[in-house]
């Protein structure tokens, strides 16, 4: 899988979508600061029957050696995934009969495996191992995810111990990379390299790595929580939508430092996160952080898994009383009144030759639909050592950057990146196309999504390539309702489903327009709208998306982006 919530851990949707009204008041709803610490569903009593953190040990000193069928149901389906590991998604099962089998009828007897980056580079040594990995564990199999973070499949329970010893050994780790837990870190990928960065957030990203990964105080979370850095102008870590994010501002009075965002999130309740109003200095970063990961273990909701992320107690408190509980109960001290941040700038994808604040250049190359291998990661260690790099990095948009290229190798590098697939300069539509892993692999998925997507972008760039189309347009393409690419963050958002054409079910998707994260020139995130009844067969989409984009060449005003067109266009000029 290539995306982060392509997961077990999924709530079921609820019946209605957008709707973050906090549970109801009068009952127990799990608040352990509030109503205390019994457990009100099976996912908290076994949480909280034994630290999910304890299963790695068993699967070095009896699972590996005794095989899949010896691991009992709580570590298989739960805590295991503490380490990031989940079943897949059993091969041959048709989208329509996801919803009727149980986990354990969907599941394969192999793992995904994700590996948590939060922000640091890859060193050629470690490419090596990740790419040796997953020839030798993996068949080959090797993606990158919307959270920069690496996944796998095909892993057996026998091999685990091994890949986990490789990792250990070149300094990686799987930890808290999935579970109730603090997720893998969104970092800018051109953090310290960024000419124009408001502020370095490499070293505060790798000290809460070093200090609070593991720390049983808060592994045991209501639900998931996502942090998000950045100092670049180009706002590149989807900061509107983790649960904590750190954006580079600077205080007329106390110099650089991070606006702070608070309770964004997707899946079936879209919630862009709130501003605090509050100014985070870089040596009150891990305070803050520690602070609000408390008030979401203290405060959270932990009667129903599909009311428990952060945003819904963000829907109960507002902003004010969030960062007054913050600062009386947590930090015990006022933070500074904070501006905004400034409104994007540049290109977030990070993509072709760019200089750096050294004089160095990195590289950003596009794999396709987000797609690596064991093959081309080893190709790709091969190159960065050859051109005198020891760094590659990933991007939430599921790009690769080659670091620390010397002006002189520029040339060299950028052909040896697109010799591995890797396209420092796609077409418009390759380029914007993000897909989640559906069917392939994933549990959830009513749909395919990646050779989907691949195709539907690749025929969109050829038919539109007489078009006078100058800004970008993004297609994410989801398997299911969960929105793991977005659903609702796109210019055109598909989230697959089983529709009915001419009285025959096949896959197809629900269509959502106009929607974005700020960008440039699309400066306040806004959630896409739906029309109504509006679905395409998935054989359909590009002739689809085709459609749609001419009748928006054909009707926008001058400067409209496709966005801002699609929010005004009339009900029948989307159909
Ligand atoms: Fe996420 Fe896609 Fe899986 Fe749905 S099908 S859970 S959107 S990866």
Not at 1 to 11: G, K, L, V, Y
Not at 259 to 274: E, Q, V, Y
Not at 364 to 378: E, F, I, N, T
């Amino acid at each position: 899988m290539s995306t982060e919530t392509t997961t077990s851990d999924r709530a079921p949707a609820p019946a209605k979508g957008r709707d973050v009204r906090p549970p109801r008041a009068g009952r127990s709803n799990g608040q352990w600061a509030v109503d205390g610490k019994e457990p009100l569903n099976p996912n908290e009593v076994f949480k909280q029957d034994g630290d999910p953190l304890g299963a790695r040990q068993r699967v070095i000193d009896a699972y590996a050696h005794e095989g899949y069928d010896s691991i009992p149901d709580d570590d298989l389906h739960n805590r295991f995934r503490w380490w990031a590991l989940y079943t897949q998604r059993k091969q041959g099962i048709d989208g329509g009969k996801t919803s009727q089998l149980t986990p354990s009828e969907l599941s394969d007897r192999y793992f995904m495996q994700r590996i948590r980056m939060d922000g640091t580079s890859l060193s050629v040594e470690q490419m090596r191992t990740v790419g040796g990995i997953s020839k030798d564990f993996a068949r080959g199999t090797l993606d990158i995810t919307d959270r920069q973070n690496l996944q796998l499949h095909w892993i057996r329970i026998e091999d685990v111990p091994e890949m986990w010893r490789r990792l250990d050994a070149v300094g990686l780790t799987t930890i808290e990379a999935c579970g109730d837990t603090p997720r893998g870190f969104l970092v800018s990928p051109v953090a310290g390299i960024d000419p124009e960065e408001v502020i370095d957030p490499s070293e505060a990203a790798r000290h809460l790595h070093d200090t609070y990964l593991g720390n049983p105080e808060i592994s045991n979370l209501p639900r998931k929580f996502k942090t998000a850095f950045t100092g670049s102008p180009t706002l590149d870590v989807l900061h509107e939508i983790n649960d904590i994010s750190y954006v580079g501002v600077v205080h007329p009075d106390l110099g650089p430092g991070y606006d702070l965002w608070i309770a964004g999130a997707l899946s079936t309740a879209p919630f862009l996160g709130r501003r605090l109003g509050a100014f985070v200095r870089p040596d009150q970063v891990a305070d803050a952080w520690w602070g609000v990961i408390r008030i979401f273990r203290d405060y959270g909701y932990r009667r129903l898994r599909n009311k428990a992320r952060l945003k819904f107690l963000m829907a109960e408190w507002g902003p004010e009383r969030f960062r007054r509980v913050l600062e009386d109960e947590y930090l015990g001290y006022r933070l500074a009144d904070g501006p905004a941040p400034e409104p994007p700038r540049g290109t977030a994808d990070h993509l072709g030759v760019h200089e750096q604040s050294d004089g160095l250049s990195w590289i950003g190359a596009k794999p396709p639909v987000g797609r690596l291998s064991g093959d081309v990661m080893l190709g790709l260690a091969d190159l960065a050592e050859s051109v005198g790099s020891n760094r590659v990095r990933t991007t939430p948009l599921q790009n690769i950057l080659l670091l620390d290229v010397p002006p002189e190798r520029v040339e060299e590098a950028r052909q040896g990146l697109i010799d591995l697939g890797l396209d420092p300069d796609p077409a418009p539509f390759t380029r914007n196309m993000l897909a989640c892993t559906g069917i392939e692999f994933c549990k959830f998925a009513i749909v395919e999504t990646k050779g989907l997507a691949a195709r539907v972008a690749a025929d969109l760039d050829e038919r539109l390539a007489d078009t006078d189309l100058d800004r970008p347009i993004t297609v994410h393409i989801n398997g299911c309702p969960n929105s793991c690419v977005r659903i609702q963050t796109a210019d055109i958002g598909l989230k697959g489903q089983i529709i009915t054409v001419d009285g025959e079910r096949v896959p197809g998707f629900q269509v959502h327009l106009g929607g974005g994260l700020s960008k440039e020139g699309h400066e306040e995130a806004e959630l896409g709208r739906t029309v109504r009844h509006l679905k395409v067969a998935a054989t359909d989409l590009t002739d689809y998306i085709e459609r749609i984009v001419r009748v928006y060449l054909d009707e926008r005003e001058p400067e409209e982006s496709f966005a801002q067109w699609a929010q005004r266009a009339d009900e029948e000029a989307l159909a």
